[in-house]
């Protein structure tokens, strides 16, 4: 049984996807969700929305994916238990000891682990059905092999459509770092998609460097299906009931093996809805040549022709029945040259509008089309239901149907005009607000009954079968949350994470970072570096270097099964983004160190220390992981260089940093300024990747002493 999974960030687009054949929907709260821009639900509302989902045979998952600081821990509890009341089929959860946590106290609640948890290999998929999900949410970033091996662990949902972060899923900063929104809290101002330099020849122009052409994975979605993959997730709520229903109608036909002209117009449906960078099938199928969209930023939508002018009005020949409302972006030489909108119909195509100098030879691509925000909410969709009535002289009335059967008063024999079945079928046929579609069955032996008493009879029925077919849910008694002891931190010590031969002095751990993880020379007593990212290959490549460490530091927890495979130490690093005890707790009894999440002050950060816990304090700060090439892997002209910078419209300039994995390299972006946060009662973890180890000999006391550092969010959260 495979699943489409649409997404819902308000009640309308909710309803016409549904309507329009998913089998799921996915949404927010109005507290903890990714997305806290979009309009989200209230528990009122999404009782009422799983009435329907569940009487038409659908589901609703309810995203509370961000990071949780300690304390909002109750109200997240509070948060879950009453999303889970109000009917949600399953919690989509970042945290995951925090839904080991809840699975705990609630064996009956189904969770599902976010993307934004970076689940992207068979130890992360252990790790999760280990913590009780019985579904991993995979990263972007995870390759088609590794899908299907953890496919076979547990259910796997995977993004078929819709926009793909720029960063390893879970793992931006920038926004959070340089624009004071955290990604991590739904509050995410996509800097990616501003414009950058890069300094090498052929880049060194102002272009979108790392915003992303929207994923379409299109006809490739049946190796997903060969897979073992659940359910196929359509990315976007923040995007319209147009957009959703669009892109559900899209995999439907493909699903259900629809002519080639019917899938072609699904698809054009699609793209008029919304299309960053005319598609990339993503990198479950390797980097293609379209992944980087680096001239066009937004909706560039469907192209439906070029202009022309007639009678000294701007016009397109077109097929496309434009009509009022409809909205157009002009390309010149593949870049943006400006916006139309409609402005007539004439001979064979439309007349346009604008406030821009458009020309003859523009290309004309439609972005807006009203006709499909009608179409998404036209559709109507009903369960099928076979209702037996029967009507009989001396007998209750009854009916029934799956199951459910119903009475009602004693039928008397008429005197005259006796009710006929077809008058029977007639009434039943109606379900008044209730989604069915019944087909009737009824008997009689003539009988009369008031037509009032029929149609309350027929209304009882129907609310008793759907009372049967999408029944409340009891509510879950409220229990006391588990508050986790520490052992107290008896000493800080210090740990550096570098690059390279040059190591910091007195330093109590060493963290190496391969510049090639595939030839491996590690200095002696070092921990590897394992990245956000570890693939199948990646593990391949490193397994015959790991008896050379004397542990591994860990982006992900992942970590865990990984290091028990391979009988290593643990340290489990700031991409796992701990943020309160019962994370913290969790994962120092599994690991010998654990890092806090980089986005906390010092304040939060003494709250979580335990003895084994360190915090981020100084040196390079680590802001992306760019699991793709914004070179477009033009490797035959590649320079090939170790650093990069990566430099904004402000002038601020990021470090980039390469380094080669299995099959291919990646890069990380690091932040315009080093960091000189401090840190109190946690040990210090010092970041020398690009080089400096100066951060390393003042980590514990920074400020003041590294040029031009921020202390980031050492005073200030945004978590």
């Known amino acids: 049984m495979t699943e489409i999974l649409a997404p819902a960030g308000d009640e309308q687009t909710a309803y016409a996807a549904l309507r329009a054949g998913a089998d799921a929907v996915y949404l927010g709260l109005t507290r903890f969700s990714a997305r806290e821009s979009a309009e989200n639900f209230c528990v009122s509302a999404l009782r009422k929305l799983t009435r329907e989902a569940h009487l038409l045979g659908a589901k609703v998952y309810v995203a509370l994916n961000t990071l949780i600081r300690e304390e909002e821990v109750p ?6 238990r009453a999303a889970w009341d109000g009917g949600a089929d399953a919690i989509l959860l970042q945290d995951i000891f925090l839904g080991r946590a809840l699975k705990e106290m609630y064996p009956q609640m189904v969770l599902h682990l976010s993307t934004q948890a970076g689940c992207c290999n068979v130890h992360g998929a252990e790790l999760a059905r280990e ?47 340089a624009g004071n929104n955290s990604g991590n809290r739904g509050r995410c101002k996509q800097p990616c998609r501003m414009q950058y330099t890069i300094d090498r020849a052929g880049y060194d122009s102002p272009a979108y460097a790392i915003s992303l052409a929207d994923l379409s994975v299109g006809a490739e979605i049946e190796k997903l299906r060969a897979a073992g993959v659940t359910s196929f997730k359509i990315e976007g709520r923040m995007r319209s009931p147009a957009y959703a229903c669009a892109a559900v109608e899209y995999y439907r036909v493909l699903l259900d093996g629809a002519p080639a002209e019917e899938v072609q117009a699904a698809f054009s449906r699609v793209k008029r809805t919304f299309n960053r960078g005319e598609y990339t099938k993503g990198l479950a199928f390797g980097q293609d040549k379209g992944f980087v969209s680096r001239a066009i930023q937004g909706h560039i939508g469907e192209r ?71 179409r998404a909410l036209s559709h109507v969709r009903k369960r099928p239901v076979t209702v037996r009535v029967s009507l009989r002289a001396g007998e209750k009335m009854t009916a029934s149907c799956e199951g459910f059967s119903y009475t009602g008063e004693i039928c008397e024999a008429a005197k005259s005009a006796p009710l006929s079945e077809k ?33 309350a009879f027929r209304r009882a029925f129907y609310e008793g079968l759907a009372a049967v077919l999408a029944p409340d849910r009891t509510p879950l008694d409220v229990k006391a949350i588990p508050v986790p002891t520490f052992a107290v931190q008896q000493g800080r010590q210090t740990a550096v994470i570098v690059t390279g031969k040059a190591l910091p002095k007195d330093a109590d751990i060493v963290i190496w970072k391969a510049e090639d993880m595939t030839r491996m020379t590690p200095p002696a007593g070092a921990w590897l570096y394992l990245p956000p990212l570890l693939t199948g290959a990646d593990e391949a490549a490193i397994a015959p270097f790991l008896d050379a460490f004397a542990g591994v530091y860990c982006e992900g927890t992942y970590g865990i099964p990984f290091a028990r495979k391979y009988h290593k130490k643990l340290f489990l690093g700031t991409g796992c983004n701990f943020s309160n005890r019962i994370a913290v707790a969790a994962a120092l009894h599994e690991a010998q160190y654990v890092a806090l999440s980089k986005e906390l002050t010092l304040s939060e950060q003494d709250v979580l220390a335990a003895e084994g816990t360190f915090a981020l304090s100084a040196g390079d700060l680590k802001v992306m992981d760019l699991c793709y090439c914004p070179f477009g892997k033009t490797c035959k002209t590649c320079d090939k260089r170790t650093r990069y910078t990566m430099t904004d419209a402000s002038g601020r300039a990021f470090p980039l940093r390469r380094y080669r994995a299995a099959e291919g390299c990646r890069f990380e972006v690091y932040n315009c300024a080093p960091l000189a946060a401090g840190s109190s009662l946690p040990s210090a973890l010092a970041d020398c990747s690009l080089g400096d180890l100066t951060a390393a000999a003042c980590a514990h006391d920074p400020v003041g002493k590294l040029a031009g550092a921020t202390r980031g969010h050492a005073a200030r959260s945004l978590l």
């Open 131 to 177: 913590c009780g999900f019985s579904r991993v949410v995979l990263a972007r970033e995870t390759p088609l092999a590794d899908i299907a091996a953890i496919s076979a662990i547990l259910e796997t949902e995977v993004f078929v459509q819709g926009a793909l972060c720029s960063c390893f899923s879970g793992q931006c900063y920038l926004s959070s770092f």
């Open 423 to 455: 008058d029977i079928c007639a009434c039943f046929e109606k379900t008044d607000a209730l989604p069915f579609a019944p087909t009737v069955l009824a008997e009689t032996d003539g009988v009369f009954v008031p037509k009032s008493v029929l149609n």
């Open 75 to 80: 109200a997240f509890f509070e948060a879950a």
């Open 304 to 374: 439906v022709g070029t202009l022309t002018r007639v009678g000294g009005k701007l016009f397109c020949r077109s097929a496309f029945a434009a009509e009022k409302g409809d909205a157009f972006k002009i390309l010149r030489a593949g870049k943006e040259a400006g916006g139309a909108v409609f402005a007539g119909v004439g001979k064979g195509g439309f007349f346009v509008s604008s406030r821009d100098r458009l020309a003859e030879g523009d290309e004309v691509r439609v972005t807006l089309d009203v006709s499909l925000g009608t």
